[in-house]
């Protein structure tokens, strides 16, 4: 048996929220630097892709802490499934897999239900493609950190 297939890969209550926390944590930092991101104009956006989506969903304007709220619900949401379905694979290479995969379904998916295009072209030009892929990246760097700090046995 390798040392791979003899790891411990239950779910526990443990787990869970450890996964939760590597969420929050992941949610926190990438909006915190999304945010001096926008105030300080390096991002190419009208606002957060969290909050454009929050309003696509409800249908009228909403403040940014409703944003930051989707913000922070799905990547703890994501970041929580990826950790307890795939615990064998909470390496930077799986995590930065995962992070694309998540950017694919952000170019293709979100920001063109939101009103931006593909990729946000429709209100970044071209930059919408590195500003779309640069949270991603921080993204799967923060996670895997947060893995790295809290899942030290299964990472």
Request: glycine share 10%.
């Amino acid at each position: 048996m390798t040392a791979s297939s003899s790891q411990e890969t239950h779910i526990t209550i443990t787990n869970v929220w450890k996964a939760v926390a590597a969420g929050i944590i992941t949610s926190i930092v990438t909006g915190a630097i999304m945010a001096v991101a926008l105030k300080t104009g390096i991002s190419p956006f009208p606002k957060p892709l969290g909050l454009a989506f929050a309003q696509w969903v409800v249908g009228q304007q909403l403040p940014l802490p409703v944003g930051l709220l989707f913000h922070t619900a799905y990547v703890t949401a994501w970041s929580t499934l990826f950790i307890l379905v795939a615990p064998r694979h909470l390496r930077a290479l799986p995590i930065l897999g995962f992070g694309l995969a998540l950017w694919l379904v952000a170019i293709f998916v979100f920001t063109p239900l939101v009103g931006w295009g593909v990729a946000a072209t429709g209100v970044a030009g071209l930059k919408g493609i590195i500003a779309t892929l640069v949270p991603h990246l921080l993204f799967s760097l923060v996670l895997w950190l947060s893995c790295l700090g809290l899942l030290r046995s299964r990472v």
